[in-house]
């Protein structure tokens, strides 16, 4: 009786065949993973990018935009100023209370922020009894930027 040679040595060909296939497949499968996750990642990072674009293009095309105005100097007054954009020119509509009766309070945009902003860069016209409504030749864009 004969003997098979691979039996001796203690490997069988077809089990070497079997157990390279599967490294090569086990490798494979490692490597198509951490590439198909780098390009999930790179695809939700472009997504996040996409998003943040739409939103600031979306604020961008905003129509109205409100400020919430807070007392100055103990004055108890508070309100809000509506920017209206209107083809190229912004209305600004301005309501505060406790108003004062036939009382000119003036208002202006300054550049910057309170507490300590930067010099006028729009004048308004003045608040009486309570409202203002002025209508300014710059894109609610631009004041936007201010």
């Known amino acids: 009786m004969k003997k098979n040679i691979n039996s001796q040595r203690g490997f069988s060909m077809p089990l070497v065949i079997v157990i390279v296939a599967v490294l090569i497949l086990a490798v494979g499968g490692i490597y198509y993973f951490a590439i198909t996750q780098k390009s999930v990642k790179e695809e939700a990072m472009e997504k996040k990018d996409e998003m943040m674009k739409k939103d600031e293009s979306a604020m961008m095309e905003k129509?109205?935009?409100t400020i919430v105005l807070n007392a100055?100097?103990?004055s108890g007054q508070v309100g809000?100023?509506?920017f209206s954009d209107m083809n190229g020119e912004?209305?600004?509509v301005i309501n505060?209370?406790?108003s004062t009766a036939n009382v000119l309070q003036p208002?202006?945009?300054h550049a910057g922020a309170c507490p300590n902003p930067a010099a006028v860069v729009y004048p308004l016209n003045d608040v009486i009894n309570g409202q203002?409504?002025?209508i300014l030749d710059v894109s609610l864009g631009e004041?936007?930027?201010t």
Do not use: C, Q, W
């Open 72 to 74: 100055l100097n103990d």
């Open 96 to 98: 505060i209370s406790p």
């Open 63 to 65: 129509k109205e935009m």
């Open 90 to 92: 912004t209305k600004v």
């Open 143 to 145: 004041i936007r930027n």
């Open 80 to 82: 809000k100023a509506v």
């Open 132 to 134: 203002s409504e002025t």
């Open 107 to 109: 208002s202006h945009i």
